[in-house]
């Protein structure tokens, strides 16, 4: 059995493989195995598809990636990883920079940008404008991690944790905040101002991380982020440390008393079964 391990400020990632990585393999992360898109008749004649495993899940072995006929499924299945992966940067960063104390702020827009030809990189223009304007306000380095999401109109908005030198007193004192910031900042709309440890829905966030990817795109073929990053970021944010061999070791003995959040177990091809353990050490 081989360990890696990812330390991210107050949560841990266990890592079990049953064999051990090659030099420069792609780190296989969890989430949902990750298979191929089958096409098929249904029993009225409608063509519709399916996601079938990949191999070492009962799915198909390499001969499926030598085969021309299926380009289309390889570009989905390396979207489908590349996108896993920015969701997992992206959660690490999080919890690495930011605790209950960091602001959740969202950015919507009351004009129809959605009928914009390239909407995202207008807005993306007018968040940059957002960030460069609100870090002018404090005196700090001003942090921060970002993501979009679209309405079922369409139209773009983002949710943002960050560190900005924001205070109230009480939701009289909010709301007025959230006026100045929307009409002297933001400047397109409307702003949403809360604190993770005391969301307006009466939570108390502590991972930072899982709560703001929620609001990532799920969807593998999203041509509005094309050529876009999955996430928007300052720069400098710390990183998760990532361990192995001994080290790892030495964390997974003294994990074997805390009691896991999350759990998976899924098949690889080159590393055979592998066995996923989070732990959050705020609950443990």
Not at 6 to 27: D, F, K, L
Not at 105 to 115: D, G, N, V
Not at 139 to 144: H, L, T
Not at 258 to 265: A, D, R
């Amino acid at each position: 059995m081989h360990y890696k391990v990812i330390v991210t400020n107050h949560v841990v990632e266990v890592y079990q493989m049953e064999r051990a990585p090659a030099g420069g393999q792609r780190e296989l992360d969890v989430g949902e195995p990750i298979g191929y898109r089958e096409r098929y008749l249904t029993d009225d004649g409608e063509q519709r598809s399916r996601l079938l495993p990949f191999a070492g899940q009962g799915g198909v072995n390499k001969e499926f990636w030598e085969d021309k006929d299926n380009k289309g499924d390889r570009v989905t299945q390396r979207r489908m990883q590349t996108l896993r992966d920015a969701r997992n940067k992206c959660r690490r960063l999080a919890i690495a920079n930011f605790n209950a104390e960091s602001l959740f702020i969202t950015l919507t827009y009351a004009s129809e940008m959605e009928q914009l030809e390239d909407q995202v990189s207008v807005s993306d223009k007018h968040f940059k404008a957002f960030i460069r304007k609100l870090s002018n306000r404090g005196k700090d380095k001003f942090d921060y991690i970002a993501v979009r999401e679209f309405t079922k109109r369409g139209r773009v908005h983002y949710h943002m944790i960050c560190n900005a030198p924001l205070s109230w007193q009480d939701n009289d004192e909010l709301r007025a905040l959230e006026r100045k910031i929307g009409e002297e900042v933001w400047c397109h709309g409307f702003v949403d101002i809360q604190r993770m440890n005391k969301t307006k829905k009466g939570q108390n966030v502590d991972n930072v991380g899982a709560y703001l990817t929620k609001y990532m795109t799920k969807e593998v073929n999203e041509e509005r982020l094309k050529g876009k990053k999955a996430y928007l970021s300052s720069k400098g944010l710390a990183q998760p440390e990532v361990f192995n061999g001994i080290e790892a070791l030495k964390i997974v003995e003294a994990m074997k008393t805390k009691k896991e959040t999350f759990t998976n177990e899924y098949d690889s091809e080159y590393l055979g079964k592998i066995n996923y353990l989070e732990y959050n050490l705020l609950r443990s």
